[in-house]
């Protein structure tokens, strides 16, 4: 199986929110993502809508569908982005913490603390309840009690923040130690049903080494791929990743 590729295209937005001219067409960012090979479109509407907006939602969802390929909604767990998405119905919600003051997101959700869990379970239900057959993440550190605890939330699957990671790799610095806390957490739920997937901070460079892994099933990967198309284009730079996940088969 060749490991998914989720295409987050929440920065194509951010720029066409710094003026009010309705472009970069984010419809339009989402079809090049997937002509360009994206297996989903994952976005993230924040409470603060610094990025993504209400009706973006529900327009990338009608691209997505006429490519047979699933939309993945980010969200923190707030009642009032809950009414939407269960009225966008998206085939998968990843939960995820969310700050205002941060300027993307910095962490795992924090599933340990009994608060949280409970806050966590009942969302994980409401959502369950408006969306027919959803399938949820949930956006977490590696940690071997985290996953304990997200097996017992019920999730479909735990997404692996690999921001620090991603950190690491750009200065040269400690990756192995991250590695090995992802082989970890990853023997935890391997004999389950809960998918195993990563993101945050990856290139097209600091996501090799987690490939060569092959323990990760899917990939969501924004910033760098917007960020490298404006010298390449969104479908070529899409392209060689699709080129080398096939490389890396699991
Ligand atoms: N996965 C999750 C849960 C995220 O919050 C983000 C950022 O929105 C990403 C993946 C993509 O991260 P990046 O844009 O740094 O590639």
Partial sequence: MIPRLGVNIDHVATLR?????????????????????????????REDRRHIQDTDVQSVHLVT?????????????SDEIAEIAIVSQPEWICLVPEKREEKTT???????????????????????????????SLFVEADEEVMRKSI?????AVE?????????????????SHIELYKKAYNVVKDTSVGYHAGHGLSLDSVIPLLQL????EYNIGHWIVSQAVFEGLQPVIQKFCKVFKEHEL
């Fill in 214 to 217: 092959n323990i990760f099933k």
């Fill in 152 to 156: 017992e939330l019920g999730a479909d």
């Fill in 65 to 77: 569908k006429e490519f047979g390929k699933p939309l993945n909604l980010e969200m923190g767990c």
């Fill in 160 to 176: 692996i923040h690999t921001g620090q990671y991603a950190k690491e790799f750009l200065d040269n610095g400690d990756t192995d």
């Fill in 17 to 45: 929110q710094q003026r009010d001219e309705g472009y970069p067409s984010i419809v339009d960012a989402a079809t090049h993502a997937l002509r360009g090979g994206a297996d989903q479109i994952t976005i993230h509407l």
């Fill in 106 to 136: 910095e962490g795992g959700l924090d599933v340990m603390g009994e608060e949280n869990f409970t806050k966590i379970k009942s969302m994980m239900a409401k959502l369950r309840e408006g969306i027919s057959d959803v399938k949820i």
